[in-house]
Antibody, heavy 122, light 106 residues
Framework: EVQLVQSGVEVKKPGESLRISCKTS????????ISWVRQMPGKGLEWMGR????????NYGPSFQGLVTISVDKSTSTAFLQWSSLKASDTAMYYC???????????????WGQGTVVTVSS | EIVLTQSPATLALSPGERATLSCRAS??????LTWYQQKPGQAPRLLIY???NRATGIPARFSGSGSGTDFTLTISSLQPEDFAVYYC????????FGGGTKVEVK
């Protein structure tokens, strides 16, 4: 079974760093890009960026460029989303998703992680 | 950035009724339009990709149509489990999502 399993709830203070994870299984990790999607409380979905596990090439959405870092560890088939200095406005649910179907440069997200809640508060 | 506008914001219907959801793009996205369903407390689920292709395991009552700038998701006969929020997403230039349409029980 193809699965993306994300790390657990995080409660952090402003200015702290954080890395959350998305462990994949059930398929060849290098074959599909992994994206991260933000959902702020009560709001819609926002694409943050994606990574090609083959060579760690990344694209970031304009609103997230320079604010987060996406990476992978091929040895554990895991993708990561990282902040160096959190803000209260980073409070949200974060999903990883596999770009698995469809044509074009960006593929549709056919498998999603369960989400990681990040709360940033002093 | 391509902006996607979904309408209506909320759609109140009864089980068994037909639901028609619209997604309009600020510029052409070709056929690279995707639809997702999200229920409270759950991750989104892929319904339709490339405008009209149903994802694996998606019931035939869900259908997608359109190309260019105007797209439609149709649910032919609403089932109790279909009441949820639906998002469109364009994959032509970067990736952006629409604001969502909530389908609620009338």
């Amino acid at each position: 079974e193809v699965q993306l399993v994300q790390s657990g709830v995080e409660v952090k203070k402003p200015g702290e760093s954080l890395r959350i994870s998305c462990k994949t299984s059930g398929y060849y990790f290098a074959k599909y890009w992994i994206s991260w999607v933000r959902q702020m409380p009560g709001k819609g979905l926002e694409w943050m960026g994606r990574i090609d596990p083959t060579d760690s090439y990344t694209n970031y959405g304009p609103s997230f460029q320079g604010l987060v870092t996406i990476s992978v560890d091929k040895s554990t088939s895991t993708a990561f989303l990282q902040w160096s200095s959190l803000k209260a406005s980073d409070t949200a649910m974060y999903y990883c998703a596999r770009g698995g179907v469809g044509g074009g440069t960006y593929r549709a997200f056919d498998i999603w992680g369960q989400g990681t809640v990040v709360t940033v508060s002093s | 950035e391509i902006v996607l506008t979904q309408s209506p914001a909320t759609l109140a219907l009864s089980p068994g009724e037909r639901a028609t959801l619209s997604c309009r793009a600020s510029q052409s996205v070709g056929i690279y339009l995707t639809w997702y369903q999200q229920k409270p407390g759950q991750a989104p689920r892929l319904l339709i990709y490339d405008a009209s292709n149903r994802a694996t395991g998606i019931p035939a009552r869900f259908s997608g149509s359109g190309s260019g700038t105007d797209f439609t998701l149709t649910i032919s006969s609403l089932q109790p489990e279909d009441f949820a929020v639906y998002y469109c997403q364009q994959r032509s230039e970067w990736l952006t999502f629409g604001g969502g349409t909530k389908v609620e029980v009338k």
